[in-house]
């Protein structure tokens, strides 16, 4: 087996990196160097076996003077990435070459990485996914009643699809929806925008709106969209697209548009009730991934938190 070495973000080839995703039988978008310098801000160093064959991305920042390793927003899962199949004992070799110098960890590994040690702390994550394999006519018969009921209400009211809407007007919604369970901070939203559009420009990420008769604005979302997967990453419904179930329209409206294809729609989440019953509701399917912790921390600042 070849050696795992640890490399600084410097020394990273990012070409080379992003062919070893474009060439991984599990990888996904997140791990791509744009999303990473973008939502890492710079800050990610790597595990990388071979000449790229398998690579393994930290995300890590400071705090009281210690580094640690955290899970970037957007990026739902990371980890260990391979040309070929992973093994269970190449898994372990790659958690144990994380370097010392990282104090604690708190990071999603992907749904091809299962992992046990009973020095570190594991969590079953969720995210709820629907196979695009199939006629539209067979997507839309695993809706419950409650969606079907939604969209059969907006049909009536009428409305439009627009493509290709602007990053910002997503997030403009998605802050006046929800902004509230995230933190204020500007330069967060920067990057994400930022990351958007690079995502759109390289072709992978796009941008969709619903919107009334009469112009106004009801739902807004953005996908990314790579690897054989469609992202469900960011939407959120205005005050007006709540009254007509405007979300399931956006979703319903990505399902017909890409149904058919060999891709799968990944919803992201979650393991809070309500939402993963709002996901349930378009006959996905769970898809499990872990998320691990090791705190390594001296006695006096155990209460670090990302």
């Known amino acids: 087996?070849?050696?795992?070495?640890?490399?600084?973000?410097?020394?990273?080839?990012?070409?080379?990196?992003?062919?070893?995703?474009?060439?991984?039988?599990?990888?996904?978008?997140?791990?791509?160097?744009?999303?990473?310098?973008?939502?890492?801000?710079?800050?990610?160093?790597?595990?990388?076996?071979?000449?790229?064959?398998?690579?393994?991305?930290l995300a890590w920042n400071r705090k009281f003077g210690l580094a640690y390793l955290y899970q970037p927003y957007l990026c739902q899962q990371l980890g260990l990435f391979s040309i070929t199949k992973i093994t269970p004992l190449q898994l372990q070799n790659f958690i144990y070459a994380i370097p010392r110098r990282f104090r604690y960890w708190k990071f999603h590994l992907n749904a091809e990485n299962q992992f046990f040690h009973p020095k570190i702390s594991f969590l079953n994550r969720t995210t709820y996914q629907i196979s695009l394999q199939q006629d539209y006519t067979n997507i839309y018969d695993l809706y419950n009643s409650d969606a079907k009921k939604n969209l059969a209400k907006a049909a009536i009211s009428g409305f439009e699809v627009k493509k290709d809407i602007e990053v910002d007007l997503v997030i403009d919604c998605f802050k006046h929806a929800y902004g509230s369970f995230y933190p204020n901070d500007p330069k967060l939203y920067k990057r994400i925008s930022d990351c958007e559009q690079d995502a759109i420009r390289i072709k992978k990420g796009f941008t969709r709106g619903i919107y009334g008769r009469d112009g106004q604005r009801w739902c807004a979302g953005f996908f990314f969209m790579a690897k054989g997967m469609i992202h469900y990453a960011m939407a959120a419904p205005t005050e007006e697209g709540k009254k007509y179930g405007a979300t399931h329209i956006l979703i319903d409206e990505v399902l017909k548009e890409f149904a058919g294809q060999n891709l799968t729609f990944d919803f992201e989440g979650s393991d809070i009730k309500s939402v993963a019953y709002f996901y349930s509701k378009f006959g996905s399917r769970p898809q499990h991934y872990l998320e691990i912790t090791n705190n390594l921390l001296p006695w006096w600042c155990r209460f670090l938190k990302k």
Request: aromatic share 16%; net charge negative; proline share 2%.
């Open 1 to 57: 087996m070849a050696e795992i070495r640890y490399v600084k973000h410097k020394d990273i080839d990012q070409e080379k990196w992003d062919r070893s995703i474009d060439r991984s039988y599990n990888g996904l978008v997140y791990a791509y160097s744009f999303m990473l310098n973008r939502m890492a801000n710079g800050r990610w160093d790597a595990l990388i076996q071979g000449d790229y064959e398998a690579v393994f991305p």
